[in-house]
């Protein structure tokens, strides 16, 4: 009679097949796991494990339970939803987004949001109305600019949809990599007369780093066909409750039992014919994980992976990774009047694109007397420091007059790095997508995220549902 992968599991269990060395945690001897005591953890047992409950692992976690797979979700943060995140105002009860903050009216964004009964509405970008042009290195605003219209966004799209249409689907690139791909996204620009969009390629690509010098690659992915389609048709969405966050609270009720949340993977044993075995420190206590398959939707960098004894294969692929860094933020700043935006633009750059490390823009939110703000670096830098420079950067907007004089402080303040994670030019035309794609299923695992897409919650969901019978087996 043949077992199921899960009736194969509780056989182990109960058959004493563990040497007596590994009972603690359930793991073989000589593995990255060890016995850490007498007492063995409790034993929970599941279809498949989610690693990270941000975006992309909670959609997961979901959607796995609607295929009828059983699912455990493990965050090291005390809730889940990654990047998304809402502040809640203590004197009001008001809230706005200081993460995600849009979606595409695409079905499958539809329907995950009808599912929580969370109501979306046509996007209003707040900073559209009357705003500053001024370069934040020296507070003043730049005499006579004006943004571009972006006349190009047809050409743009119209190049995207003819040449790399399957940029919108992963990486899964032709051999060879196309030469454009590899070259600067300055150089995409200037080749094909797109000037006119640099500014608004900018403003969506927050997080990037310096995207003008990123691989073309890279950007064309984020400020995608997709995007640039419903840009064009308006089909953009938000939250009608300024609450991003509620998908995810509802998840998480939904998902209930199924979430370990303030939970860390200490280590594990991925090379069982049976699945993967894992040691997670909950605020309960120690507990042993076993599942059939495991899928890894954190940062795949080979700090924040080593508890999962990772190999050379995925060591050397994810050591490859250079990651980007974005803050953001919401500012007090009494005696400024709601409707300021003031966006950051180079007085001296190629089509004016701003200086980074720096602040994209402030503006308005949508409670009253707060200002949202994005910082983005293309190094790392501590909270502390972000901090220090965007109020030096506010202190030179007032010197020069563009901004009243005011007593700024932060209402809220939250780092999203490692973001957006790239590799060289000669890494991506050396097939280095190809090798981190057959890891697909390598060791029991498999990878979600914007390392295997892009910083794009509703992409990410769609290849999602292209992952998902492979997980689901």
Same mark, same amino acid.
């Given at each position: ?124 970008? !707040? ?268 202190g030179r907007l007032q010197a020069a007059g563009t901004l009243?004089?005011?007593? !700024? ?30 890891l697909q299923g390598h060791r029991h695992t498999y990878y ?26």
């Amino acid at each position: 009679m043949s077992l199921t992968r899960k009736q194969a599991l509780k056989t182990m269990i109960g058959s004493g097949v563990a040497a007596a060395a590994g009972l603690a945690t359930g793991l073989r001897p000589g593995t990255a796991l060890a016995a850490t005591g007498s007492t063995p953890a409790p034993v929970i047992e599941r279809d498949v494990v989610v690693l990270g409950g941000g975006s992309s692992g909670t959609y997961t976690a979901v959607r796995l339970r609607d295929l009828g797979r059983s699912v455990l979700v493990v965050e090291s943060k005390n809730r889940l939803g990654g990047h998304t995140e809402t502040f809640h105002d203590p004197a009001t009860g008001a809230t706005t987004d200081i993460g995600v903050i849009v979606w595409h009216d695409m079905p499958h964004v539809r329907d995950y949001f009808a599912r929580f009964d969370v109501p979306l509405v046509p996007y209003v970008d !707040p900073g559209d109305g009357d705003q500053k042009l001024a370069d934040f290195r020296t507070g003043q605003v730049l005499p006579g600019y004006e943004i571009p219209v972006p006349v190009a966004l047809t050409t743009y799209r119209d190049l995207l949809q003819s040449r790399y249409p399957y940029l919108d689907a992963g990486f899964e690139l032709p051999d060879p990599v196309p030469a454009e791909l590899l070259a600067p996204f300055s150089d995409f620009i200037a080749a094909n007369g797109l000037e006119s969009i640099a500014q608004l390629v900018f403003r969506f690509g927050q997080g990037l780093g310096d995207l003008m010098n990123k691989p073309a690659l890279y950007v064309m992915k984020n400020f995608s066909l997709t995007l640039v389609n419903h840009i064009l048709t308006g089909a953009i969405v938000a939250t009608a409750r300024t609450d991003n966050s509620e998908i995810y609270e509802k998840a998480t009720t939904f998902l209930g039992e199924d979430v370990l949340l303030g939970s860390t993977v200490t280590a594990a044993d991925r090379d069982r014919a049976e699945g993967v075995v894992l040691r997670v420190d909950t605020p309960q206590g120690p507990r042993t994980v076993r599942a059939g398959a495991l899928v890894v939707t954190a940062p795949p960098l080979p700090t924040t992976l080593a508890p999962l004894g990772l190999d050379a294969t995925e060591t050397a692929l994810f050591g490859r990774f250079r990651p980007g860094y974005y803050y953001t933020g919401l500012l007090r700043l009494p005696g400024v009047p709601d409707s300021t935006t003031v966006r950051n633009v180079g007085a001296d750059t190629p089509n004016n694109i701003a200086v980074l490390p720096g602040v994209y823009r402030i503006t308005r939110s949508s409670i009253p007397g707060l200002f949202d703000l994005k910082y983005g670096s293309p190094t790392p830098l501590s909270a502390a420091q972000v901090k220090a420079n965007v109020l030096a950067d506010v202190g030179r907007l007032q010197a020069a007059g563009t901004l009243p004089a005011t007593s !700024p402080s932060f209402a809220a303040f939250r780092s999203h790095s490692p973001f957006e994670l790239t590799v060289s030019p000669d890494d991506i035309a050396g097939g280095f997508y190809r090798r981190l794609n057959d890891l697909q299923g390598h060791r029991h695992t498999y990878y979600n995220g914007g390392a295997f897409h892009t910083h794009d919650s509703s992409l990410l969901w769609q290849f999602t549902e292209g992952l998902l019978p492979r997980i689901a087996g």
